[in-house]
């Protein structure tokens, strides 16, 4: 069964430092994995996607994530945080290939706050 | 577009009352699921709809029904409110049939839901 842990439920960071937002995923089988954004009063929307191409995958606002199987890990990182960056975070698991799901499994989430 | 669009934003319930909470997308995506977010628990899926005249339950279907008579709309039926059911409820739809495999989800902006 697929399941997501997001590590630390709640992070802050100064304005211009990295972030670093932890990810570790469990599945039977190669999986898709995602980042969603979700700002306040706000639906979720998607940041990147990892989908089996290049391990280093480049969403928006700045943001990327390397896919390491042999971590089992999909960190999702931004070099420089912006007071803007200031959301909930939330890691997402999807099976490909035989035996897959019609369903994709999110993490906890993880609220970032930017401290000025 | 507009996308994925649900109503109404906020809604206050009695314990016992029913209500339909809408949702339409017009992107003739297949897929269409929801999810309750409560905090500390991430996203859990409640019901969802691989086309028209399909649905299955997800992990928390207990106290909701759903239907899907047209690709566009999938509403959120609660038979008997409690308040346990207290909650922001998204909508999500993607394209094709399946939220598994690499499939982006395009999430509605969700409902505030009271329950007393």
């Known amino acids: 069964a697929q399941s997501v842990t997001q590590l630390g439920s709640h992070v802050s960071v100064s304005e211009g430092a990295l972030v670093l937002l932890r990810c570790n995923y469990s599945?039977?089988?190669?999986?898709?994995l995602f980042w969603y954004v979700q700002y306040p009063n706000q639906g979720l929307q998607l940041l990147l996607k990892?989908?089996?191409?290049?391990?280093l995958v480049k969403g928006i606002n700045g943001f990327e994530a390397e896919f390491k199987k042999s971590e089992t890990s999909f960190h999702l990182t931004k070099p420089s945080a912006h007071m803007s960056d200031a959301a909930e975070y939330f890691c997402?698991?999807?099976?490909?290939?035989?035996?897959?799901?019609?369903?994709?499994?999110f993490g906890k989430g993880t609220r970032l706050h930017i401290l000025p | 577009n507009a996308g994925v669009t649900q109503t109404p934003k906020f809604q206050v319930l009695k314990t016992g009352q029913s209500m339909t909470l809408q949702c339409a997308q017009d992107?003739?995506?297949?897929?269409m699921s929801w999810y309750r977010q409560d905090p500390g628990m991430g996203l859990r899926l409640i019901h969802y709809?691989?086309?028209?005249?399909?649905?299955d339950q997800g992990e928390v279907p207990n106290g909701y029904n759903v239907s899907r008579s047209t690709t566009e709309d999938f509403p959120l039926r609660l038979l008997s409110a409690a308040p346990s059911q207290t909650s922001v409820y998204f909508c999500?739809?993607?394209?094709?049939?399946?939220?598994?495999?690499?499939?982006?989800?395009?999430f509605g902006p969700g409902t505030r839901l009271l329950v007393l």
């Open positions: 990892y989908t089996s191409a290049a391990t």
């Open positions: 709809s691989v086309g028209a005249g399909i649905t």
């Open positions: 997402a698991v999807s099976d490909k290939g035989e035996g897959r799901d019609d369903k994709i499994i």
């Open positions: 992107m003739n995506h297949e897929y």
């Open positions: 599945s039977s089988v190669p999986p898709y």
């Open positions: 999500a739809s993607s394209y094709p049939g399946t939220a598994g495999g690499e499939e982006t989800q395009y």
